[in-house]
């Protein structure tokens, strides 16, 4: 029981890189959180991404119990809007591979594309005989957070039985060559891979904001995300330093180099995702 009880401690405290103040016997006593429970919230507190999978398989068992996972997940008014594409020709996942500039993960065992998906709505409204009515951009937004949804509870299920996974938003980078490559008809389009096999590395935490830049409560407010920012990136430092500056030919080169530098230098920077706007209006989603 104490040794949970600590690890959970540990956990928060290597998530935020701050000694946490969380009375975990308040959790058991008050809120009757059991064991089994604490466990479960010590796996999400640690969890990590991991790139390096063994050669062992996954077998169908699994496979057909972690789609069904991701099928669990919450539905914006069971609309269901997503696909997910499940990659088992080599073939494929080594084209994906190359369109995402991505090598490593060809060698995932179980390789998954999530994509918005309004194509199904639209049919199912031609199937009634109704005219379908919302290509809008709620509507996208909600295949968007559907999507995300999915993908996060078969994240969680996967490593619930000792698989790692690594979230992939590459596979955006061509989306029209993507979209060839898995035949997506007009109204469906890739949002993000998932790369899941058991782990072959070890990964350390990376550590998060503190809850006092992302949580706001009853309003929002960052008049303190400087100081906050600050100390943010003396603590990552301390524990992991960043290896290599980027850009450091157009930008130059810091004494001291904390993650908001490297973040920012990203950010000034153009993406290679840009192009998504001009994608979907090609297939056939209403952005106006």
């Known amino acids: 029981m104490s040794e949970i009880k600590e690890q959970v401690r540990l956990s928060l405290t290597r998530r935020f890189g701050l000694k946490t103040d969380l009375e975990i016997d308040n959790l058991q006593k008050s809120h009757g959180v059991s064991v089994e429970n604490l466990i479960r919230l010590d796996r999400i507190l640690s969890r990590k991404s991991i790139r390096k999978y063994s050669k062992r398989k996954i077998n169908e068992e699994i496979r057909t119990l972690l789609l069904a996972c991701a ?57 009634k005989g109704y005219k379908y009515s919302q290509n809008t951009l709620d509507s996208l937004a909600n295949s968007i957070t559907d999507s995300s949804l999915a993908m996060q509870s078969i994240i969680m299920a996967a490593e619930a039985v000792g698989l790692g996974c690594c979230c992939i938003s590459q596979v955006r980078k061509r989306l029209s060559e993507t979209a060839d490559l898995f035949n997506l008809p007009q109204g469906v389009f890739p949002l993000v891979g998932l790369a899941i096999g058991w782990p072959d590395e070890k990964r350390d935490v990376s550590q998060r904001l503190p809850p006092a830049v992302v949580v706001h409560k009853n309003e929002y407010c960052d008049k303190n995300l400087v100081a906050e920012i600050n100390e943010y990136d003396r603590r990552r430092h301390e524990d992991r330093p960043i290896a290599r500056q980027i850009k450091t030919e157009k930008y130059g080169t810091k004494s001291f180099y904390g993650w908001s530098d490297n973040t920012s230098r990203r950010l000034a920077e153009p993406s290679e995702l840009d192009h998504l706007r001009s994608f979907l209006s090609s297939r056939g989603f209403d952005l106006s």
């Open 71 to 127: 099928q669990s997940a919450s539905a914006k008014s069971d609309l269901q809007q997503y696909s997910i594409i499940d990659l088992s020709e080599k073939a494929k996942k080594e084209s994906l591979a190359k369109l995402c500039d991505t090598p490593w993960m060809a060698s995932a065992p179980m390789l998954l594309v999530f994509c918005g998906d309004l194509r199904r709505a639209a049919r199912l409204c031609e199937m």
